[in-house]
């Protein structure tokens, strides 16, 4: 019994100087490619961390690396909850609720740049709602004008994103990342989209905090009252369009953490049901 008493004494002891080794020499980093947004390390790694090293490559990625990476997740997370809330909305409102277009990251026609992007699709959305406002309205004409719109005038082709992307250091003070041409982020087929520009994100103590979108309705609903007042009105167009230029951070928008491989903390499931319900879900 006396032996027994020791040997579990003794077990104790050791059990007890284990933890504490564990936790003078083990911590916790962190790594957003992991399922909890975290990895255990020794001591050693998460010094390194704290200086700054990507501990899968084992390296100090540079900034401009960082960001891209981080921006290539955020477009590509982004690319797939807009193709979730598709699937969920055919399965659950039918086949008719499902993008005719697939979404995807579309270039511009050539002759369209950052400086004239608003007054060209104004040019082109407007030589095209007249006939359809004269024709109340009709469905299959609004999709033909539609799609005039999109192939003909705008000229669209699917591409990778990061074809164009670029991280400006110093714009206005900030670091932003976008594109070197208006991109057309299609979200729904032939009703809406989002236009991208030069500070699609900007980067806040290596945060990505969500910048300027245009949000480009183009299904010439008689009710889109958001297109005309901006197409009709010039002080809304204008301030639109000095809006486009600010480089300020938007709350609304995700904001999300960077860790030292450029991998985000951007909860796809979570997005997903959040995104889902705004649309109608």
Request: aromatic share 16%; net charge neutral.
């Amino acid at each position: 019994m006396l032996f027994d008493s020791k040997f579990k004494k003794i077990c104790w002891i050791i059990f007890a100087v284990v933890i504490i080794l564990c936790v003078s020499f083990i911590r916790t980093v962190p790594n957003y490619s992991k399922k909890y947004g975290f990895e255990i390390v020794h001591l050693w790694d998460y010094n390194k961390y704290n200086q700054g090293y990507c501990l899968a490559e084992n390296k100090i990625l540079d900034k401009e690396e960082l960001y891209k990476r981080a921006i290539g997740e955020y477009l590509d997370k982004q690319l797939k909850i807009d193709k979730m809330i598709d699937e969920w909305r055919a399965d659950n409102y039918g086949s008719r609720w499902k993008s005719e277009m697939e979404i995807g990251y579309y270039e511009l026609d050539s002759e369209i740049n950052l400086n004239n992007w608003l007054e060209k699709i104004k040019n082109y959305y407007m030589d095209l709602y007249i006939p359809v406002e004269n024709t109340d309205y009709d469905l299959n004409i609004r999709e033909k004008a539609t799609s005039k719109l999109l192939f003909e005038k705008l000229k669209i082709i699917k591409i990778n994103p990061m074809k164009y992307i670029n991280i400006n250091f110093n714009n206005f003070g900030n670091i932003t990342a976008g594109f070197d041409k208006p991109i057309l982020f299609v979200t729904y087929g032939l009703w809406n989209s989002k236009i991208l520009l030069d500070n699609v994100a900007i980067f806040e103590n290596d945060k990505l905090v969500g910048g300027y979108k245009f949000y480009f309705d183009y299904s010439f609903s008689k009710y889109n009252n958001f297109m005309r007042d901006i197409f009709y009105d010039k002080e809304k167009e204008k301030y639109e369009l000095e809006k486009s230029k600010l480089v300020k951070s938007n709350k609304s928008y995700p904001n999300v953490k960077i860790d030292n491989c450029g991998n985000i903390n951007y909860d796809i499931e979570n997005e997903f049901i959040m995104a889902r319900e705004a649309k109608g879900g």
